[in-house]
């Protein structure tokens, strides 16, 4: 935690201006709220993997691990960054979300990555997902079809020096094709059937987890493995996201 700094009145010349003052007093409560701040989420992050994920069924240390470092508070809107390590989704706008905790660790760990592996995400929404896998695998290809989202999650990622995570904007359906195959995929919004492109660009024995199922229902949580160039699949739980979105053009 950073030191208080004091301000002794009797230190400054009596004729100084009240504007002065005004200015120190902002100055006060601006470092006040960045020292504090940090350390507030911090434990906030701290109870979200020890409640939320260790005492469910998250295992997977290095997915402990990355969600217990990554600042999910700088992925939500200003507004609601007092509910970012709350157990349910948060609204991103534009229609979008960014999972709950738990959610994420689930379907990170379900790839079962590893750290020279090389994953595709569908859905970037703000970047939190990205950025947990950056914190384990060698490197990140990322797809959001909403280009504002895009761009902000590409900023926000390199901001924070994730540089091993490369965002872009288009329609996820048909992957990114020319940095294929990948050791895993991860799709963050529901489909009502495998995209096989994406499919055929993991790598042999490599897993993608999805939503999958009906729009306006409940969709299973699946994993699916290529196995000799065959589908496997393993159902997983129930989940709710927003639908898959493409490019209409």
């Given at each position: 935690?950073?030191?208080?700094?004091?301000?002794?009145?009797?230190?400054?010349?009596?004729?100084?201006?009240?504007?002065?003052?005004?200015?120190?007093?902002?100055?006060?409560?601006?470092?006040?709220?960045?020292?504090?701040?940090?350390?507030?989420?911090?434990?906030?992050?701290?109870?979200?993997?020890?409640?939320?994920?260790?005492?469910?069924?998250?295992?997977?240390?290095?997915?402990?691990?990355?969600?217990?470092?990554?600042?999910?508070?700088?992925f939500v809107p200003e507004d609601i960054q007092a509910y970012a390590y709350?157990?349910?989704?948060?609204?991103?706008?534009?229609?979008?979300?960014?999972?709950?905790?738990?959610?994420?660790?689930?379907?990170?760990?379900?790839?079962?990555?590893?750290?020279?592996?090389?994953?595709?995400?569908?859905?970037?929404?703000?970047?939190?997902?990205?950025?947990?896998?950056?914190?384990?695998?060698?490197?990140?290809?990322?797809?959001?079809?909403?280009?504002?989202?895009?761009?902000?999650?590409?900023?926000?990622?390199?901001?924070?020096?994730?540089?091993?995570?490369?965002?872009?904007?288009?329609?996820?359906?048909?992957?990114?094709?020319?940095?294929?195959?990948?050791?895993?995929?991860?799709?963050?919004?529901?489909?009502?059937?495998?995209?096989?492109?994406?499919?055929?660009?993991?790598?042999?024995?490599?897993?993608?987890?999805?939503?999958?199922?009906?729009?306006?229902?409940?969709?299973?949580?699946?994993?699916?493995?290529?196995?000799k160039g065959e589908i496997r699949i393993q159902e997983m739980m129930a989940?709710?996201?927003?639908?898959?979105?493409?490019?209409?053009?």
């Open positions: 935690m950073g030191q208080l700094i004091q301000v002794n009145k009797n230190s400054y010349p009596k004729n100084s201006p009240k504007l002065a003052w005004g200015c120190i007093a902002a100055l006060m409560c601006l470092f006040s709220t960045t020292v504090y701040a940090q350390p507030h989420f911090s434990a906030q992050r701290e109870r979200m993997v020890l409640i939320q994920l260790k005492s469910r069924d998250i295992y997977h240390n290095a997915t402990l691990e990355a969600m217990g470092k990554v600042p999910r508070h700088l709350a157990d349910h989704a948060l609204s991103i706008g534009h229609g979008q979300t960014i999972s709950q905790p738990y959610i994420v660790a689930f379907m990170t760990q379900a790839i079962r990555p590893k750290k020279d592996h090389k994953v595709l995400e569908i859905g970037t929404g703000s970047g939190y997902q990205a950025a947990v896998l950056a914190e384990i695998v060698d490197s990140v290809y990322t797809i959001e079809i909403v280009d504002i989202l895009a761009r902000e999650a590409e900023k926000r990622l390199k901001r924070m020096q994730y540089n091993n995570v490369k965002v872009r904007s288009g329609d996820g359906y048909h992957g990114w094709p020319e940095e294929a195959p990948f050791d895993a995929i991860v799709v963050t919004a529901g489909a009502e059937e495998i995209p096989m492109a994406l499919f055929d660009q993991l790598k042999e024995g490599g897993k993608m987890v999805m939503p999958l199922g009906p729009h306006g229902g409940i969709r299973q949580l699946v994993r699916i493995t290529k196995k989940v709710r996201f927003v639908p898959f979105t493409r490019d209409k053009n």
